[in-house]
């Protein structure tokens, strides 16, 4: 594993600009869903409130990223983002004084209208990177995803406890705001100058949107749904022995367990199917709760999976980049986050159930059995795709 291909990456043009961007953009995006829940349960109201309007949101976006993407296959970048920004402003800037009943359906339209920052990043990284170095781009991003993940939620817990919901909400609004202007005047390009320059081609979606591309979404969905699960699982675990108070310590280790499995993979002179990193990620998951009790020893024993998040997750965005065409790259972008989105959000209440009947140690083999499911249900499909090859750019009916 070496620098030198770090080093190539960021000198190509745009691209340093666009990750530096993309990691302070998505900070207020993964503060959302913690400033949302702390704020409905200063209202004295329960988890199970909290949890209807994390649902709606989510519902919101799992519907609304695919379609953003699609508007910007359509009609460029600066339209998509210039509406869904001031969306974002007019929720978040009223929501702290919405009564809970607005503040529900509020929440699935501006999930629906959500700041499309992860997709569009990981779109323009495409079209300024060259196929041969995707897989470095991709993996430095998903450090940068988990650089947010780890700032975002704690931020949001901070400004909640020191300044309360309704300043936090609205330092939320502004965060949100900030990203999209940046954005919209940064303007990345969504396909190269090579696919600008092809002759565009009509091609209906169901070309690209293929029994083996829905696979390869599936596997995506249980990446998230590993990760979901194995998180509420450590949660459940330190809860059982006491040590609370340790849990963002927990957490933020098994991140920097992902970030450095994400370096080390962008490094290495080929990478390896998506089947495989998430496939093996379920299986390492499996055995963790065999090491009992003790939160730190389960930290250990959450090494190996730990380093295959990264790799997984960029994987995924890899293959879909060569697979689907420059002029439908958007929506499908937008379809893979959706996919992330049901896998964490499928993830959660299964897991708690289990949590619940038998322990939070079962919790971590259920979750990797999923995993190792749908990269069986994947295998065959995936044979029949036929080598990843770059495509001309086209119009997608």
Same mark, same amino acid.
């Given at each position: 594993?070496? %620098?030198?291909p770090?080093?190539?990456?960021?000198?190509l043009p745009g691209?340093?600009t666009?990750l530096l961007?993309?990691?302070?953009a998505r900070i207020p995006?993964?503060?959302?869903?913690?400033t949302l829940t702390?704020h409905?349960?200063?209202?004295g109201l329960?988890?199970?409130?909290?949890?209807?309007?994390g649902?709606?949101?989510?519902v919101?976006m799992?519907v609304?990223?695919?379609l953003a993407?699609?508007l910007?296959?359509?009609?460029g970048?600066?339209?998509?983002l210039?509406?869904t920004?001031?969306a974002q402003?007019?929720?978040?800037?009223?929501?702290?004084?919405l009564p809970?009943?607005?503040?529900l359906?509020?929440a699935v339209?501006a999930g629906l209208l959500a700041?499309?920052v992860f997709s569009v %990043? =990981?779109?323009c990284?495409?079209a300024?990177v060259?196929v041969e170095?995707?897989r470095i781009?991709?993996?430095?991003d998903s450090i940068?995803?988990e650089?947010?993940?780890m700032?975002g939620?704690?931020?949001g817990v901070?400004?909640?406890?020191?300044l309360?919901?309704?300043w936090?909400?609205?330092i939320v609004?502004?965060?949100?705001?900030?990203?999209?202007?940046?954005?919209?005047?940064?303007?990345p390009?969504t396909?190269?100058?090579?696919?600008l320059?092809?002759?565009?081609?009509?091609?209906?979606?169901?070309q690209?949107?293929?029994p083996?591309?829905?696979?390869?979404?599936?596997?995506?969905?249980a990446a998230?749904?590993v990760?979901?699960?194995?998180?509420?699982?450590?949660?459940a675990?330190?809860?059982?022995?006491g040590?609370?108070?340790?849990?963002g310590?927990a957490i933020g280790?098994?991140?920097?367990?992902?970030?450095?499995?994400?370096?080390?993979?962008g490094?290495?002179p080929?990478?390896f199917?998506?089947?495989v990193?998430?496939g093996a990620?379920?299986?390492?998951t499996?055995?963790?709760?065999?090491?009992g009790g003790?939160? =730190?020893w389960v930290i250990?024993?959450? %090494?190996?999976?730990g380093?295959l998040?990264?790799?997984?997750l960029?994987?995924?965005?890899e293959?879909l980049?060569r697979?689907?065409?420059a002029?439908?790259?958007?929506?499908?972008m937008?379809?893979?986050?959706?996919?992330?989105?049901?896998?964490g959000?499928?993830s959660?209440p299964i897991a708690?159930?289990? %949590?619940?009947g038998v322990g939070?140690r079962?919790?971590f083999a259920v979750?990797?059995l999923v995993?190792?499911?749908m990269?069986?249900?994947?295998l065959?499909?995936w044979?029949r795709?036929?080598?990843p090859?770059?495509?001309?750019a086209?119009a997608?009916?």
């Amino acid at each position: 594993m070496a %620098i030198e291909p770090y080093r190539r990456l960021l000198t190509l043009p745009g691209v340093r600009t666009l990750l530096l961007v993309g990691l302070l953009a998505r900070i207020p995006s993964t503060a959302m869903g913690i400033t949302l829940t702390l704020h409905i349960r200063s209202l004295g109201l329960g988890w199970l409130a909290a949890g209807a309007v994390g649902t709606a949101t989510t519902v919101g976006m799992a519907v609304g990223s695919p379609l953003a993407g699609r508007l910007v296959d359509r009609h460029g970048l600066r339209p998509v983002l210039l509406v869904t920004t001031v969306a974002q402003l007019a929720f978040w800037s009223s929501a702290w004084a919405l009564p809970y009943p607005v503040l529900l359906v509020a929440a699935v339209v501006a999930g629906l209208l959500a700041l499309p920052v992860f997709s569009v %990043i =990981r779109q323009c990284l495409t079209a300024l990177v060259p196929v041969e170095q995707r897989r470095i781009g991709f993996s430095l991003d998903s450090i940068m995803v988990e650089l947010s993940y780890m700032a975002g939620p704690a931020l949001g817990v901070l400004g909640i406890t020191l300044l309360g919901s309704a300043w936090t909400m609205c330092i939320v609004a502004a965060g949100l705001t900030c990203s999209g202007v940046a954005l919209i005047l940064l303007n990345p390009p969504t396909r190269s100058a090579e696919e600008l320059e092809a002759p565009a081609e009509k091609i209906l979606r169901r070309q690209w949107l293929t029994p083996g591309l829905l696979t390869l979404l599936g596997t995506a969905a249980a990446a998230t749904f590993v990760l979901t699960a194995t998180e509420l699982s450590l949660v459940a675990t330190m809860e059982h022995a006491g040590d609370t108070e340790w849990t963002g310590l927990a957490i933020g280790v098994w991140c920097v367990y992902s970030l450095i499995g994400g370096f080390v993979y962008g490094g290495l002179p080929r990478g390896f199917s998506p089947l495989v990193l998430i496939g093996a990620m379920g299986l390492l998951t499996i055995p963790v709760g065999l090491v009992g009790g003790d939160w =730190r020893w389960v930290i250990v024993a959450l %090494i190996p999976s730990g380093v295959l998040c990264a790799p997984g997750l960029s994987s995924t965005v890899e293959a879909l980049s060569r697979w689907v065409p420059a002029g439908a790259r958007g929506e499908a972008m937008g379809l893979h986050g959706t996919a992330l989105l049901i896998g964490g959000a499928s993830s959660a209440p299964i897991a708690g159930a289990v %949590i619940d009947g038998v322990g939070p140690r079962w919790a971590f083999a259920v979750a990797g059995l999923v995993s190792v499911v749908m990269v069986l249900v994947a295998l065959p499909f995936w044979r029949r795709i036929p080598a990843p090859a770059e495509q001309p750019a086209a119009a997608v009916a």
